[in-house]
C-alpha cells in the first residue's frame, strides 16, 4: 500500500501577501519572516488595530 505525500496548506503573510507554508519548520508562521512578524507588533502597540465595540445595552448604560 503506498502513502499519499503530505501536501502543506501554503497561507499568504498578512503583512506583506508574501505564501509561507503552514508547517512546522516555518518559524514565523503565519508571517513570512521575522520582520512581518515584528511590524504586526509594532502596529498592535502603537494601537493601529481597534476592535470595534457597541456602547453597553440596557440599565448599566451610563446616564
Do not use: H, N
Not at 496548506?9 to 516555518?26: L, T
Request: aromatic share 8%; with cysteine; glycine share 4%.
Amino acid at each position: 500500500m503506498s502513502e499519499k505525500p503530505e501536501t502543506v496548506r501554503v497561507v499568504a503573510c498578512p503583512q506583506c501577501g508574501a505564501p509561507v507554508r503552514w508547517e512546522a519548520a516555518s518559524r514565523y508562521r503565519p508571517f513570512c519572516s521575522e520582520r512581518c512578524r515584528l511590524i504586526d507588533l509594532g502596529q498592535w502597540a502603537d494601537e493601529s488595530y481597534r476592535v470595534p465595540a457597541s456602547p453597553p445595552d440596557g440599565e448599566d448604560a451610563p446616564q
